[in-house]
């Protein structure tokens, strides 16, 4: 698949999961190194004020580049491309406890709000590959566009959302039944794909047109299309604000989503690529590939904050902060 190289591996990336609503927690960073084989977690502070810093590393072969924590925060789930597999992490124990056998290009992963099952893009089948992590000898396919990239799954888990990099498409498939249902027409290259909390719209990073598409789920519409920066990666969603990840301008775009008007465009580290969210709001993290590094952006003042290092090529492909699942 080409990862090693860094402009290859490049056109290989994420989605964003949706930033949700609640107090403040304990959160972590799940964050793929792919080139240094590993998951570096990061503690992101929590309630204690304290500024980001790198606690463990685990170990994970093959490249790994998707990530996808549960719900509950207990899993994350990581893709390997060149290892073509799926590897299930326990969060609290910081350690690989499966590692299920992939085939094709193993990408994008999401995971269902139950828990399960957790989809994964499959950027050579046009398809998603449907996995229960508790019974992996059973698994089966969903129908995709061309190199299937970022995923998305509705709050409800009814319906899985694919951007089909190589066809300017969004894939809707119904999640009960497997089927391709829709196929929204978005800009060019959709990589990365987030759902606002509420489920009802999706935004898609277009990395060759330099645009954010904004979908009406229900209509299966595109509804609005904000010009950002150049590469356009990935989005995480706080408030009223959307923040882009810009690959090639080592910078954040920021804008309203009521409005689609830019609010900011924010200096992170070389080669931004994931992006997320915290549960509260406050904080947006960012993880810089080249620098090797996640920035931590303060959504009021939209300002950098903190960064710290976590390893060689960052990639953090999609919703990689877990919560604490302690109550």
Same mark, same amino acid.
């Given at each position: 698949?080409?990862?090693?190289?860094?402009?290859?591996?490049?056109?290989?990336?994420?989605?964003?999961?949706?930033?949700?609503?609640?107090?403040?927690?304990?959160?972590?960073?799940?964050?793929?190194?792919?080139?240094?084989?590993?998951?570096?977690?990061?503690?992101?502070?929590?309630?204690?004020?304290?500024?980001?810093?790198?606690?463990?590393?685990?170990?994970?072969?093959?490249?790994?580049?998707?990530?996808?924590?549960?719900?509950?925060?207990?899993?994350?789930?990581?893709?390997?491309?060149?290892?073509?597999?799926?590897?299930?992490?326990?969060?609290?124990? =910081?350690?690989?406890?499966?590692?299920?056998?992939?085939?094709?290009?193993?990408?994008?992963?999401?995971?269902?709000?139950?828990?399960?099952?957790?989809?994964?893009?499959?950027?050579?089948?046009?398809?998603?590959?449907?996995?229960?992590?508790?019974?992996?000898?059973?698994?089966?396919?969903?129908?995709?566009?061309?190199?299937?990239?970022?995923?998305?799954?509705?709050?409800?888990?009814?319906?899985?959302?694919?951007?089909?990099?190589?066809?300017?498409?969004?894939?809707?498939?119904?999640?009960? =039944?497997?089927?391709?249902?829709?196929?929204?027409?978005?800009?060019?290259?959709?990589?990365?794909?987030?759902?606002?909390?509420?489920?009802?719209?999706?935004?898609?990073?277009?990395?060759?047109?330099?645009?954010?598409?904004?979908?009406?789920?229900?209509?299966?519409?595109?509804?609005?299309?904000?010009?950002?920066?150049?590469?356009?990666?990935?989005?995480?969603?706080?408030?009223?604000?959307?923040?882009?990840?810009?690959?090639?301008?080592?910078?954040?775009?920021?804008?309203?989503?009521?409005?689609?008007?830019? =609010?900011?465009?924010?200096?992170?580290?070389?080669?931004?690529?994931?992006?997320?969210?915290?549960?509260?709001?406050?904080?947006?993290?960012?993880?810089?590939?080249?620098?090797?590094?996640?920035?931590?952006?303060?959504?009021?003042?939209?300002?950098?904050?903190?960064?710290?290092?976590?390893?060689?090529?960052?990639?953090?492909?999609?919703?990689?902060?877990?919560?604490?699942?302690?109550?």
């Amino acid at each position: 698949m080409g990862l090693k190289a860094r402009g290859a591996a490049a056109a290989l990336a994420l989605l964003v999961g949706a930033a949700s609503g609640g107090a403040a927690g304990a959160e972590e960073a799940f964050v793929t190194n792919q080139p240094a084989n590993e998951v570096a977690v990061v503690d992101l502070g929590g309630t204690d004020g304290a500024p980001p810093r790198l606690v463990a590393r685990i170990a994970v072969p093959g490249q790994p580049a998707g990530v996808a924590v549960s719900a509950d925060g207990r899993r994350a789930f990581v893709t390997s491309p060149e290892g073509k597999a799926l590897s299930v992490i326990d969060t609290a124990a =910081r350690k690989v406890i499966a590692r299920i056998p992939l085939t094709g290009g193993p990408l994008g992963v999401a995971v269902a709000p139950s828990g399960s099952p957790v989809y994964v893009a499959d950027w050579y089948g046009a398809r998603l590959l449907v996995v229960d992590p508790d019974a992996p000898d059973a698994i089966r396919t969903a129908p995709a566009g061309a190199s299937p990239s970022g995923l998305a799954v509705t709050p409800d888990g009814a319906v899985v959302l694919s951007a089909d990099r190589d066809d300017d498409t969004v894939s809707v498939i119904d999640a009960a =039944r497997l089927e391709r249902v829709a196929v929204i027409p978005v800009g060019k290259r959709p990589f990365g794909i987030t759902l606002s909390a509420d489920g009802k719209r999706a935004y898609t990073a277009n990395v060759g047109s330099d645009d954010v598409s904004i979908i009406d789920i229900a209509a299966r519409a595109v509804v609005g299309t904000v010009k950002v920066g150049s590469r356009p990666y990935a989005v995480a969603l706080t408030g009223r604000l959307a923040f882009v990840t810009n690959q090639y301008a080592g910078t954040v775009s920021v804008f309203d989503v009521d409005t689609l008007e830019p =609010r900011a465009l924010i200096p992170v580290g070389e080669y931004p690529e994931g992006i997320a969210a915290s549960a509260d709001g406050r904080h947006v993290h960012v993880a810089n590939w080249f620098d090797n590094t996640l920035s931590t952006i303060d959504a009021r003042t939209l300002k950098v904050v903190a960064t710290v290092t976590v390893g060689e090529g960052p990639r953090a492909f999609g919703a990689f902060i877990r919560r604490d699942p302690t109550p």
